[in-house]
């Protein structure tokens, strides 16, 4: 169960207060993996923050029964003086996960060979994007954050990876930012569109693209 009591969150942009989330309150279903659409702007990657809890509310508050991951592809949690692998060490003693099963698994999952234990300043965007949506996929969490993730490496890569998100989110929630609407279709089952500071739940993922594709044109 996941959430939202008159939740609010602003930033103050070239001296003005700009509001991104406005007295949400709303209960997300569970067992689903829900679309987070809205326009550049509208505050997904933030709301996504304040799930996680790497970003403090203004007001309000997020109430949670389980765990939650970071949000992925955004790689917030990881440190850049270290190596992939001293992240991932880090990472399993955070969540309190055996360490050196989560270790094999990224390491085999991630394919970045001697990579792995090198600085995470060094790694491209690409081997970046993977090793963190592998940490990710190599711990348990009753909700997922995905954030511009899924389409990362080449087709065999993107192949598995779709195929360890699938068996994550089977008994799990996922809640995933895309701008790929080919994506979107594939995993998702229902959605949801941030417009105003507000959410506007959608049953049918069809609907809801339509929908935030006419906003986007219009």
């Known amino acids: 169960m996941l959430r939202f009591e008159n939740l609010t969150k602003s930033f103050r942009v070239l001296g003005r207060r700009h509001t991104v989330i406005d007295r949400l309150s709303f209960t997300l279903p569970t067992g689903q993996t829900l679309a987070l659409l809205g326009r550049n702007g509208a505050g997904k990657s933030t709301l996504l923050g304040l799930i996680a809890g790497t970003i403090r509310p203004d007001s309000g508050r997020i109430v949670s029964d389980g765990s939650i991951s970071w949000p992925v592809g955004l790689g917030g949690a990881f440190h850049p003086e270290l190596t992939g692998a001293q992240n991932v060490r ?83 929630t996922a809640i995933m930012v895309s701008h790929n609407m080919r994506d979107i279709r594939d995993y998702c089952d229902t959605a949801l569109i941030l417009e105003d500071g507000r959410l506007t739940y959608f049953e049918d993922i069809e609907a809801a693209i339509h929908q935030h594709e006419a906003r986007l044109s219009a």
């Open 90 to 172: 880090f990472l399993a003693r955070v969540y309190g996960v055996e360490t050196e099963s989560l270790m094999a698994f990224v390491a085999d999952f991630s394919e970045l060979g001697q990579q792995f234990h090198m600085p995470l300043r060094s790694y491209s965007t690409g081997m970046r994007s993977r090793l963190v949506f592998g940490a990710a996929m190599g711990i348990r969490f009753d909700t997922y954050l995905v954030d511009e993730v899924t389409s990362v490496g080449d087709a065999a890569f993107r192949r598995k990876s779709r195929a360890v998100f699938r068996h994550r989110v089977a008994n799990a």
